[in-house]
């Protein structure tokens, strides 16, 4: 059908891939020059694109497989049209010990809220929250969390709740490192995503942490946009203001559960592809690399380890915290990987940096 | 936070905005003549980007929206990362009536499937189905939709199901006008979504149809990938197959329901940005209109208007079927879009030629 291909030949992507091989015959005509200062040209010019990675198994695999991937005729090759990657947030991208950067958030705002609330000083979970009783709150149960976070984050319209979250992320430090909870993001990581998308691959986050609250910084953080971050979601309701403006409100209504399983069902529903290269560092992640894996395409899964106490902390099964609710991460996960073949990353072993700030020490 | 504003540099958007700037220059360059034949011209190329369309209030609104949007400097401008575009499918993009074709699909699986199941001889809604009794069919409840749809899109892979809707695809025809449904898209619109995406508009189909049931053709039809398909949805599964494989099940439960103030919800959802320019034509798109034009930012919205009883169907207030269950379109959504200054289409006097087939006869 003539009008069907020549619809398909309008896709974004479509022109996406005849600009990039057009811009590789205008470099070739040596207008290269005029572009050298712009960061698209990365991919050509940078010798290492990893920087912060030590050369060792895990960095030359995903070398090895973007190689492959864009690489036209390679049996490795992956079209620019299923150039998807997924990573996982808390402990993939940034820091989640010893509680997930929005626990954190619900928790400064449970403590801005309760002058409202004078029922939560005797009531679990808030008056564990109340009371600072952080080894209470450490093993808080996935139901107590979804209370929580329905009490913080739900009746208020999404812009709302967006500038609240803007506002947190613009000023929360973590204790630990002295440093925005923002700034607590990996630098290894940072350069992945970037070569990643050089490359022409769609960088997509599938956290199991909460949607719009990562909305609300992934573009500035990540240089990750709005529609290519999958979270948890709760239920917002359409309706319309005192004036007739239409709104979304949130709902205290758990939607879609991303963890597990659930990251597979909604990379479904939300890409429609499978993941052609995924990262994540914990139980949680396990059906998002197997899926990614599952495929019949080229594909690689990559699991992050938390074994550098030094710099960041170690748990799991190499780690004082073989137990920890926050990023689970069993021996069985550490068996699973090797037997899938999936590429094993160890932060003490495989990150040379971890952090941007390190470099002002 | 210099970090954080050099990954905002990275985004594909940002790389899609300077890859175009490139463009231009090397087009400047007289480049221009060895990319000729390349549809992404197009925009800068054709005279008439909408020849479909004939001369009048609703294609000037359009051509007008959009070089306001394009212009950068102009107080109508719309950042490429904000160039979101949204449509309805079923009455928008493609024929809907007497029956939505996923209605048609879901009966050609009823009865393919009959065999297997005696009891749907003696129970409505399959019934009615076997029984030819489109009478019967046409005043089918949202509930006997959702059971015909959960007994034909239920229990199996999204693989084997997609398989399944794209054979359907490929051969149904639609008796009234012989031809393929695939084939009953309209012209005009395949040009406003090609002239949309050569502006930087990303094109979104927003549809109260199955999203796994669109995602079958939309690449193919209308050149829209399926990360950029949002539709109604039931829940999916994962699980492993005997071999260990992992696959995702369809469930026969309504997940996401795509219509009326879900359409608003669900652009959030999926998108987290409001539409620049939406497009609908049946009371079920009123609040995706709506949300549209609720932002600050500049936008359109646009009301498709069935009023062609020769070339296809009229029907709402001014055709033969005021109270049609699909796509309905009440006096109110008439008056609703002069109110809101929504750009009203009338098929019989905007659009020169409804069908591409039209030009073989």
Redesign the interface.
Known sequence: ?D??????????????A???A??K??AG?A?GA??AG???TRSFAADDPLPSWNDGQAKQAILDFVAAATKEGSDRFVPI?DRIATFDQDGCLWVEHPLYGQAVFAIDRIKALAPDHPEWKTNDPYKAILSDDTKAMASFSEQDWEQVIGATHAGMT?EDFQKVAAEWSATARDPHFDHLY??LVYQPM?EV??YL??NGF?TYIVSGGG??FI?SYA?????????Q?IGT?F?????YAADG??T?TKEPKL?LNNN???K??DI??????RPAIAFGNSTGDQ?ML??AN?GERAHLAVLIYHDDAEREYAYGPAGGLPDTKVGTFTQALHDEAKKQKWAVVSMKKDWRQLF?FEKEK
């Open positions: 059908m009008r069907a291909s020549s619809a398909a030949n309008h896709t974004e992507l479509g022109a996406f005849s600009r990039r057009l811009l015959s205008a005509l207008l005029s572009f712009e960061r698209w049209t999404v923002t700034e940072l995503l970037a998308r050089d769609r949607q719009e909305r573009e500035g953080v990540y240089g990750i946009p709005p529609e971050v979601t239920e917002t309701k359409y309706g403006t239409p979304l939607q597990n399983g659930g597979a069902e479904n529903l939300f890409i429609g592809k059906q197997e899926w599952g941007a």
